[in-house]
């Protein structure tokens, strides 16, 4: 079974655009550090991603950090630091994170990464889900991601024949 930790953006995005169901449909269960989950009970955090973290789903599972804090992931957030040394500690498959930062230490560590993007066009690819249809809803956020990516993404999705 594919071992697989997400950082709190995938999460947070996926919720938002009602795409967080293809996660146990791709990965079957997602750990992640009890940081990630503070981070998405924050005020700051949209309304509709804090309702659905307060019934965790049984697919989401959420693991303490006992390990002391790595000194070469300082400059990250807590869920970022948490979700790489989780990664390690349960020696992941796969990491889900956005963060330019992050993803660049986690891969310089020797592990795999994904961000939202990577894991729509995953989705899609197992048909489970329309691209355009949650590109359209992922541009409505605060997501962060330049016009070029978003098309390369869609480009992806429909040189492949999958669902665009």
């Not at 869920?79 to 349960?90: M, S, T």
């Not at 605060?142 to 992806?156: G, I, S």
Request: hydrophobic letters at 45%; a positive charge.
């Amino acid at each position: 079974m594919i071992v697989v930790v997400a950082d709190t953006s995938p999460l947070n995005y996926l919720v938002q655009i009602r795409c967080q169901d293809v996660l146990p449909a791709l990965y079957g269960r997602v750990l992640v550090p009890k940081a990630v989950t503070e981070e998405l009970r924050h005020s700051g955090t949209p309304a509709m991603v804090r309702r659905w973290l307060q019934r965790i789903p049984q697919w989401l599972a959420v693991r303490e950090i006992t390990s002391p804090p790595d000194p070469t992931l300082a400059a990250l957030d807590p869920g970022e630091r948490e979700a790489i040394q989780l990664a390690h500690a349960e020696r992941a498959d796969l990491l889900l994170m956005d963060e330019k930062i992050g993803v660049r230490l986690a891969r310089r560590q020797g592990l795999a990464v994904t961000g939202t993007l990577g894991v729509l066009v995953q989705a899609a690819q197992r048909e489970l889900l329309v691209m355009d249809s949650a590109l359209g809803r992922l541009r409505a956020t605060d997501f962060r991601c330049t016009p070029r990516v978003y098309e390369e993404a869609r480009q992806l999705a429909q040189k492949k024949g999958w669902k665009v």
